[in-house]
């Protein structure tokens, strides 16, 4: 049987940077998890085992943290740009694509009673800032995105109305705690944006959203909060959004001789229903 090599790609993986930028008033610090994935004409080493053409994984690791001494940048989509155009520019005809992948963990400076801390940070909850960078002979795209950016209100949600059978067992309400993790991912219409301004801005939208919108579905504060993000960001045409709903169950006092006027829940990991959807302008 013969065979072909159709498609190809490798670099390095979880490749960690903590980067302390030192002024003289304060300390700024970005920790970012760094993928690489470079395509191109490297037929050879798969097929043979002549390495000539391979950027060994190693190098590419030894560059993130190279080119991160060597550049100012504020958002992990600029230095994802950085490494993308390095790989390509570097190594013509040889790396046709290079994809990077950055997960930025979002450290806040700790709160004193005499202000922000110039050197002291936290990082509360397990969010983190999402991008994507594919840069190629004919240029660059970006996207950015937002993970594990968890929710929560105990009122101003309902759901009831939907469709019973006779598997049916769940209650309708007009009054519940709604939670979920969001997870959005979305495009920028130029490699020229301001990431930043536009990351801040998308968040901003989604909490403000959440927090204001009286949800009768999961699905209708989704499309709400996706609506509002294009809206504060004119620089990406749609944007994809995952919200899974973390139930929290009214629990069962009776049997204690208790009531429960929407006070006492059980939090529930597992199962979950899961809410997607894509917004995207007219």
């Excluded at 759901?159 to 495009?187: N, P």
């Excluded at 990431?195 to 989704?222: C, D, G, P």
Aim: with cysteine; net charge negative; proline share 4%.
């Amino acid at each position: 049987m013969a065979a072909i090599l159709a498609q190809n790609n490798y670099g390095k993986s979880q490749v960690r940077l903590t980067k302390v930028t030192r002024h003289a008033d304060r300390h700024d610090l970005m920790e970012v998890a760094v993928d690489t994935a470079l395509q191109g004409d490297f037929e050879d080493t798969h097929i043979t085992g002549d390495n000539a053409k391979v950027l060994p994984t190693d190098t590419q690791k030894n560059t993130v943290y190279a080119l991160a001494r060597q550049h100012a940048f504020e958002s992990i989509e600029a230095f994802g740009l950085i490494l993308g155009r390095h790989f390509v520019s570097g190594f013509p005809k040889l790396v046709t694509e290079a994809r990077i992948n950055l997960t930025e963990s979002l450290w806040k400076r700790v709160s004193t009673s005499k202000g922000p801390h110039p050197t002291t940070f936290e990082c509360p909850g397990n969010e983190v800032r999402l991008a994507e960078v594919i840069v190629d002979y004919e240029g660059a795209s970006v996207a950015g995105g937002i993970s594990d950016l968890l929710l929560l209100k105990t009122t101003d949600s309902e759901f009831w109305g939907y469709l019973v059978d006779k598997y049916t067992t769940l209650k309708e309400t007009k009054d519940r705690i709604v939670s979920t993790s969001v997870t959005a991912h979305w495009v920028y219409n130029s490699d020229e944006s301001d990431f930043q301004k536009s990351y801040a801005a998308i968040r901003n939208a989604f909490m403000e959203t959440f927090a204001h919108h009286h949800s009768l579905s999961v699905q209708q504060t989704l499309y709400a909060m996706g609506a509002a993000a294009l809206e504060a960001a004119p620089d990406i045409a749609e944007i994809s959004l995952s919200l899974p709903n973390r139930h929290n169950l009214l629990a069962n006092l009776e049997p204690f001789g208790l009531d429960n006027p929407n006070q006492i829940f059980v939090a529930t990991s597992e199962p979950f229903g899961l809410i997607e959807a894509t917004i995207a302008r007219e």
